[in-house]
Nanobody, 117 residues
């Protein structure tokens, strides 16, 4: 499985960005896709996750109400719409794909989001 993420950039505080991540390869076993982020000097943290078969998406408390994760199963793409961005959202955002059987974890290359104050 290969993940290609894009959509990062520089935005002012209060602005919006949309990230996208497209999966390719042997994807039929994937159970969910999501986003993590890593700010400078900090550990990678969970942002949002959505299953491939439906269900309520999960969000980190820090982004609830501002970020929305969605998917397009035809395009094998997951999106992260980020609104009301804050400087503390500045980080490299990584796309993640989860497979349960057999257990596997896939990562994209990361896309940088910078929010200026």
């Amino acid at each position: 499985v290969q993940l290609q993420a894009c959509g990062g950039g520089l935005v002012q505080s209060g602005g919006s960005l949309r990230l996208s991540c497209t999966a390719s390869g042997t994807i039929f076993r994937l159970n969910g896709m999501g986003w993590y982020r890593q700010a400078p000097g900090k550990r990678r943290e969970f942002v949002a996750h959505i299953t491939t078969t439906g269900g309520v998406p999960n969000y980190a408390d820090s982004v609830k109400g501002r970020f929305t994760i969605s998917r397009d199963n035809i395009k094998n793409t997951v999106y992260l719409q980020m609104n009301s961005l804050k400087p503390e959202d500045t980080a490299v955002y990584y796309c993640n794909a989860l497979q349960i059987i057999p257990p596997s974890d896939y990562w994209g290359q990361g896309t940088l989001v910078t929010v200026s104050s």
